[in-house]
T-cell receptor, first 109, second 115 residues
Framework: DAKTTQPNSMESNEEEPVHLPCNHS???????IHWYRQLPSQGPEYVIH???SNVNNRMASLAIAEDRKSSTLILHRATLRDAAVYYC??????????FGQGTRLTINP | NAGVTQTPKFQVLKTGQSMTLQCAQD?????MSWYRQDPGMGLRLIHY???????DQGEVPNGYNVSRSTTEDFPLRLLSAAPSQTSVYFC??????????????FGSGTRLTVV
């Protein structure tokens, strides 16, 4: 399984952009990069995924390095509701969605 | 459309008791999984299924059994509960096979305490 490295915690202010980094230097060439988040006392929630190109959806943007060894989840305008643990997961398919420790994001009002 | 429904939400068991955690989804998803999350930790995969009649082990399968007789249901059985199985259990389901996938939907969890 590909290993990921994420900061244990990050802090940002409400209405400011947030960039959450993830290193996955051992990722396979065919693994997609998935991001999930887990709000307090809830189950994880899918955020976004991508392979090589940058991706956007209503929740966030995903910027993937050209060598695919790292990626950055971008929350364009953080709200208090975005306070959560964010997980970066190289997904191998076959149900192998393996969670690491993630980054705990705190949003200050 | 209820998504992934887990019951019960809370349960207290005595050591040695058995029980079944229920998981049901109404999205016609082929893939279903069970995870446990210990306090302050990430999720760990217990068992998973890629369709009715097909199950396989994840990272931490010992002490748990699963079966998948229908597409909708994926129950998790604790054979003889131990304090080490105190955890929050999440069930998840997904439609798209392969690496692309379009996201897993998670239930709200079952908080289990074994005393």
């Amino acid at each position: 399984d590909a290993k990921t490295t994420q900061p244990n915690s990050m802090e940002s202010n409400e209405e400011e952009p947030v960039h959450l980094p993830c290193n996955h230097s051992t990722i396979s060439g065919t693994d997609y990069i998935h991001w999930y988040r887990q709000l307090p006392s809830q189950g994880p929630e899918y955020v976004i995924h991508g392979l090589t190109s940058n991706v956007n959806n209503r929740m966030a943007s995903l910027a993937i390095a050209e060598d695919r060894k790292s990626s950055t989840l971008i929350l364009h305008r953080a709200t208090l509701r975005d306070a959560a643990v964010y997980y970066c997961i190289p997904y191998q398919g076959a149900q192998k969605l393996v969670f690491g420790q993630g980054t705990r994001l705190t949003i200050n009002p | 459309n209820a998504g992934v429904t887990q019951t019960p939400k809370f349960q207290v068991l005595k050591t040695g008791q058995s029980m079944t955690l229920q998981c049901a989804q109404d999205m016609n998803h082929e893939y279903m999984s069970w995870y446990r999350q210990d306090p302050g930790m990430g999720l760990r995969l217990i068992h998973y299924s890629v369709g009715a009649g097909i199950t396989d082990q994840g990272e931490v399968p010992n002490g748990y059994n699963v079966s998948r007789s229908t597409t909708e249901d994926f129950p998790l059985r604790l054979l003889s509960a131990a304090p080490s199985q105190t955890s929050v259990y999440f069930c998840a389901s997904s439609y798209s096979p392969g690496r692309a996938n379009y996201g897993y939907t998670f239930g709200s969890g079952t908080r289990l305490t074994v005393v």
